[in-house]
Each structure stands twice: as structure tokens, then as C-alpha cells.
């Protein structure tokens, strides 16, 4: 179901219309309403007249984590703070936190841009959906309650952890759609396996994960597990949080909802905007938020966008499945590495359990990379060749696709951190 | 004719023989033979118990990945020459021998032999008047 037909299936002409008034709205009250915007304007010599529609997107100055982090807490916000209904802040995993700022409006934006994305994912009034997302300063959990009772399905706002909590309620209350990040969404799918609750045993039939960077063999891995289609949500709270794009039936890219939020994408080195389907930096410009407008905000996430109409007749633009963070980005002896695409290897051998971390050590001025996996029970053989030639084959496997040598080492099962949030992947030693 | 023989994946970690030990303690198991092979990365700990599936119940809920096999404990006198006159049974039916280890006991010595096939292997030496534990 499509939850605004006439904003997701309208023209390019009509979007490019809507998006530049907006853009040029947004500007002008940046200019007079947030010194540091106006600071950067009169630096580079850019007047609001300047930028005339989005043709001109390219002329404005780029906004940075670091520039929320040196206007901590309330610097770039736009309007008084008696506007403001609600404060989030970030989960600080890369730094000092960052606080963002909500107005009615923008809450009630919000909304509508989650109901949007449920409603590509079949969701409606007929679900019961457990947010298994943090509820609190995170924007997971609260984001997308909002959406979820404006599609007017009925909500679990059970909130991350407890994992004993969620099992029982996924199945007395009969839970048909799960929201969480991926790496929660495994461990919940382990424990229903421990507790002996089969994927028939439960309604779960929709899944939306999303808050960090997973794989398609992750979504098959999930969606065989627990018995659901599962669907990429993607946001971050600088800015909205989830809903700024989401998949449709169609799983072609993820839509996104570009009359609030116009995204392009750059060459992170030479900073210039990147043709269509070239992968590059995410970058977002918000033109209808209040509380916290942003200018062309660097996201470092890898992706890249599509402007052709999809299958589900949605004109919106969309991202592909990020890669993964310019942040999560680990260079071992030059070359780039993504956590990404070791998950692809393990996943892809079917014999190895999907968790996994890496470990980056520097000795004697080379970069050494380590992959722990765990042990998969349900392949564990009694002899020792048959492990050490399991060793050796995840090693081939991860060293093909990377191109660059690494060790493995197996481990036991449940000795690597199980994660209610976003998973902790690496371990890089060389920056201590 | 046969056993059944407990075996566990052991990360080379300090600690970790001694938490498996804590564990069958902990539920009465008692250990009557055990074995520790070691690669450079992981060990394989081999054991036979007097309640293995308690023992791999008991592993297993403490995240050990454990697994069971068939092996045959063959009672040899322990005199020179006992596991020589069985290795040749088994040599003449064509059995190989996957691993083994032994412990001797007053005076007799049981050895643990674990080969593709158990049933196989514990037929063709009884035949030949060995004595297997059951």
C-alpha cells in the first residue's frame, strides 16, 4: 500500500518544484536564525539569493558531526527552544554525543514519513508490531512508534533487551512484525531456537531492521530464521532518525523521502556531487524540518541513487543498502575493508554462526587482521582435521573477496558479545 | 558393543579444561577416561563419563559445543603384546583407526579406538575373543 500516493508516485518535475521552494525557504531562515550558518555563508561569500532551486544544492556548505559536536548542545537548533517538543542524542558510539531538537511539526513529519515506510512493508492497522528498538535518547525506538500508531497498528513499545520479556509477548500478544537493529533481531532469533519455540510457533511475518550497515545474506539469514520478510529502514537522528528512507515490496533500494529530505551523492575526497548509480558519501540537506535544519550533512555512509521509477510505482529516489560507514571502514595495509563483506563470506558458507568480530593489531609496523568466528555447533565435528579445514576454507573464502591475507581463529560459541543495540564488530587495537 | 564418547571444542584459552571440570563436578558426572588433542588454535577434549547424556546436556547449557560419538573401549590385559595381537584384527578387516588412547587400570588396560565405524570395529574384535566395554 502506498500511504501518499500523491507525494511518493509524483513527477521529478513536481519533486525538483517542491524541493528547490523548500530549499530556498530553508536557506533564508538558516541565514537569519543559525550564526554559524550565516558565519559560513559570509566566509564563502553566499548570499541566500544565491541558491535558487536545487540546481544550486552544490554552492551550499557542507555540515559535519564535529560542527553539532563544537555548537554542543543546542548551537544549530532554529528556533527558540520554547519550540521545541523533544531532545535525542546520539548513541556517541564515534565521539562525544550529539543532542538534536524537535518541533511539533517535525515530530508530526516524522510520523508521517515512518507511516510511509510501514506501509511499504505491508504494515497496517491489522499488525501488532513490537519496537524492539531502545526507547529513550536513542531516535529508534520513539521514531518509530509515532509512525506505527499513525498506520494505526497496534504497538509493543517493549524497548531493547529483556530478551526473556520479548520472547513471551512475540508470542501471547502474537506479534506480527518485529523492529529492531539486525544484530538484535539474531539474537532474538538464537533464543527463540534455545527456548525451543520453533518460527511456525510465532506471527512474526514482517521485520524492519535497520540503525547499522547489514547484508543481503544477513536479510536471507534473518528472514529463514525467523520466519518473516525483512525490510531495510534507514536514518540517523542528526537527521530525523529512522524514516528518513525504507524499502518497499519490491527490494530494489530503499525510498527515500526526498520532499523532506534531498540527498545527493559526493566523492568524499574531492567533495564534487556524483552521477547517478556512481557510489559515493551519502550526503542530506533537510528543507522542511524546523527544529534542526541541516545543510548537506556528510553522512559516511556509502551508497549510491537511483532515479528510475520502481516496480511499486513510488517515483521517490532511492539509495541502494548501505555499504557500511566511511567510520566502519578499517584500511589494512591500504586497502579498504568492510565488515560487511566478511558477514558475506560467513554467511554465504552456511557453516559458520553469523557472529563474528574482527581484530586489527599493528605489529612490527604492518597491519595484521584477525577474524574470530564462532563455532557452529551444528557443524562441530569430532576430529581435528575437519575443523582446521574449516579454518582454512573461511580463511581462502575472506581472503579472495578482500584481496589481503588474514588469520581466523574459531572460537567458542557465545564468547563473542551478543549486542541489544548495534553490534560491536571491530576491535582496533592500533589506535590505543 | 559399543560407547558413547563426549567431545568438546576448547578455545587455547586459560581456564578453560578447568570450567569444564566444574561443570560435570557440578552435576556428578565422573570422568573414567579422557584424551586432549591441540591444533595450534583450539584443543578437543575426548572423555567417556558414566552419564554422557547428562554430561551433554549439562555442556551443552553451558555453551560448550559438545558432540557425541560411538567409540569402542576394548579391555586388553595389560601385558606385552595385548593391543599388538588386536591391532592386527583390525588391520586384516581393513579398519582404520581414527584416533586412540588408553588407560590401564590394575590388570587390564582399555583402550579407546574411535574408527568410522564402531559397530564394525567392536564386531570384528569380539569375534576374534577381545572384550569391548558395553
Known sequence: MIWNEHIECCSRDAMTQRQSDGLRKMVERLYFNVPFYRKKFQEMDLSPHDIRGIEDLHKLPFTYKQDLRDNYPMGLFAVPQSEIVRLHASSGTTGKQTVVGYTRKDLDMWSEVVARCFSAAGISKKDIVQIAYGYGLFTGGLGLHYGTEKVGASVIPISGGNTHRQLQMMQDLGSTVLACTPSYALYLAESLEKAGITREQTKLRVGIFGAEAWTNEMRKELEYKLGLKAFDIYGLSEIMGPGVACECECQNGLHVNEDHFIPEIIDPLTLEPLPEGQVGELVFTTITKEGLPLLRYRTRDLSALHYDTCSCGRTLVRMEKCKGRTDDMLIIRGVNVFPSQIESVLLNMHETSPHYQLIVDRVNNLDILEVHVEMDEHFFADEIRKIEDLNKRIKHNIENTLGISVGVKLVEPNTIERSEGKAKRIIDNRKK | ?134
Open chain 2, 1 to 134: 558393543m559399543t560407547i558413547q564418547q563426549l567431545s568438546v571444542f576448547l578455545e587455547n584459552k586459560s581456564g578453560r579444561l578447568l570450567e569444564v571440570t566444574k561443570v560435570l563436578a557440578e552435576h556428578d558426572i565422573n570422568m573414567s577416561a579422557f584424551s586432549i588433542a591441540d591444533s595450534s588454535d583450539f584443543g578437543m577434549l575426548r572423555m567417556i563419563v558414566d552419564k554422557p547424556e547428562a554430561a551433554y546436556t549439562a555442556l551443552k547449557n553451558n555453551n560448550f559445543s559438545v558432540n557425541i560419538t560411538q567409540v569402542v573401549g576394548l579391555v586388553v590385559p595389560d601385558t606385552a603384546g595385548s593391543l599388538y595381537n588386536a591391532l592386527e584384527i583390525l588391520k586384516k578387516d581393513n579398519i582404520e583407526v581414527e584416533y586412540m588412547y588408553a588407560f590401564s587400570f590394575k590388570d587390564n588396560a582399555t583402550v579407546i579406538i574411535r574408527s568410522a565405524n564402531a559397530e564394525q570395529t567392536a564386531a570384528a574384535l569380539k569375534t576374534a575373543g577381545f572384550q569391548t566395554m558395553d
